[in-house]
């Protein structure tokens, strides 16, 4: 059988522009005109023509390169820059524009705010495409790595041990300087032992001011390298990063609205996700949904407050257990005497407020009631009897609860693995990112506008299809 062979010698008549390398249907044309309809008086960027001095390129061009790379898994400023040489795509998108890598990574680090507000810009665009209704959001988080490693995470505990073994090698020093000092007066050694006294006390001065930033911020732990992560606790174990939350619109999986938070679970997001999208719709949500993970009654009753049906699962709903014999759902509470009244017939009394749990405690008020109770051992073990906790906001729970049982609630939720996971998955899979490569809040929180906006822009694209989409936001 016969072969095909190229010919690098063989003359060929090129398209006369660059215009004409790119097909009318090509991906690339959508970023480019989404990137053009975007207001950069709102994002910042102030786009003065009339500039003296040294030009700087467009604006628009380094923005458009920075979306359609991140699209295709360039994230970092080197693979950009050998893209717009080696990449037609990447040539068209600039016009031939060519900044080299620092000018490109400056460009990011200088305007993390405007990055941050794309997203924004991208889903108020949808609205006016009717894509987004904005009436049911779903929320969802997930762990990114930092820019930093785990090693260079401190905690109290830490500090004292480093600052104990460091006592203990100044002290070895000393006494091995003072045998030196008798025995080899002027030799190197004695040096080289000077030397490594003056590192370890600067070292100690280094621990004992991170243990004093600790304490004075009140944190659990700090990273000196990326003040501003935390540690997370993911599948691949423990490592230097940040929680990232998005907000997912029901009708077509839209992003509405995206956030990074320094905090290892979701507990305190719910309200907070879901007002920031409601800020950016323009109006509040009919329904808001997110995984037991954010089951923190306190978060919740700020947005049931508002008037909008939550559907959240406690822990106990989403492992699907039934209560055991003698939990508390078997107990009756009494709201005339605020008490309880157990299965047998005795009262459980109010006895104090525990602030640290936003809770009421209520105990037995002879603890020979339960010990001469026939299930006593299997109701409670404890010496004092049995006693129950009662949030402040308990009957938010109850109601919440009974209206995560609901028929159309649970349909709502089904739908939320769906719609609000596939961002992530794209995010990780597709855009092939395992960790943030800029340091803080405002540089994590631009990086995960701009993965957001590409999530979004494939969805517009696969639903409107690239000419449709180009004509309407033209419009």
């Known amino acids: 059988m016969a ?39 709102e994002l910042g960027i102030i786009l003065d023509h009339n500039k003296t001095g040294n030009p700087q390129y467009d604006p628009k061009a380094m923005l458009k390169l920075f979306l ?14 050998r893209a717009i040489y080696h990449n037609i795509s990447f040539i068209w998108l600039t016009g031939g524009l060519k900044p080299d890598y620092k000018t490109i990574s400056e460009f990011r680090r200088n305007n993390k705010s405007a990055l941050k507000g794309i997203i924004k ?15 049911t959001f779903f929320v969802d988080g997930t762990k990114i790595r930092g820019n930093a490693s785990i090693k260079n995470t401190w905690t109290a505990k ?35 032992m000077d030397k490594e006294l003056k590192d370890q006390k600067v070292l100690k001065t280094k621990v004992e001011s991170i243990l004093k930033e600790l304490k004075e911020n009140e944190k659990k732990s700090i990273n000196t390298v990326d003040p501003e992560c935390t540690r997370i606790n993911s599948v691949q174990g423990s490592n230097a990063g940040y929680n990232a939350q998005t907000v997912v619109d029901e009708k077509h999986g839209l992003i509405v609205n995206t956030d990074v ?31 037991s993970g954010y089951a923190n009654t306190d978060e919740l009753k700020k947005i049931d407050d508002q008037k909008t049906k939550v559907i959240v699962p406690t822990q106990k709903q989403a492992s699907k257990k ?5 939990d508390k759902e078997h107990f009756k509470y009494d709201a005339a ?33 339960c010990h001469h109770c026939r299930y006593f051992g299997k109701c409670t073990t404890s010496k004092n009897g049995r006693s129950i906790m009662r949030l402040n906001n308990e009957e938010v729970k109850i109601k919440l609860e009974a209206q995560y ?70 419009a």
């Open 3 to 41: 072969y095909r062979y190229g010919e690098r010698s063989q003359l060929d008549f090129f398209p006369p522009t660059i215009e004409e390398y790119v097909a009318s249907d090509d991906p690339v044309r959508a970023y480019d005109a989404f990137v053009n309809n975007l207001d950069f008086d």
């Open 322 to 326: 039934e209560p055991k014999e003698f």
């Open 158 to 192: 830490k500090c004292d041990k480093y600052i104990k073994s460091i006592d203990k090698r100044i002290n070895a020093i000393l006494d091995e300087c003072e045998t030196t000092d008798n025995e080899e007066q002027n030799q190197q050694s004695l040096v080289k």
């Open 121 to 135: 810009q991208c889903a108020r665009m949808c609205i006016k495409l009717n894509l987004i209704d904005g009436n």
């Open 405 to 474: 049982k609901e028929p159309e609630s649970q349909k709502i939720y089904k739908l939320r693995q769906q719609k609000a996971e596939p961002p992530f998955g794209h995010i990780k899979r597709n855009l092939g990112v395992t960790s943030f490569l800029l340091r803080g809040i405002k540089g994590t929180n631009a990086e995960m506008a701009i993965m957001a906006t590409c999530y979004n822009l494939v969805r517009i694209t696969n639903i409107m299809g690239i000419p449709e989409f180009i004509e309407q936001i033209k």
């Open 337 to 369: 005497n605020d008490s309880y009244i157990c299965p047998e017939g005795h009262r459980l009394k109010f006895k104090e407020v525990r602030k640290n749990k936003n809770a009421r405690k209520y105990k037995i008020k002879k603890s020979s009631t």
């Open 261 to 291: 938070v320094s905090e290892n679970n979701d507990v305190n997001q719910f309200a907070n996700q879901i007002n920031q999208a409601n800020e950016t719709t323009g109006k509040k949500c009919k329904t808001a949904c997110a995984d």
């Open 68 to 81: 359609y790379g991140t699209s295709y898994g360039f994230r970092s400023a080197r693979k950009l820059e």
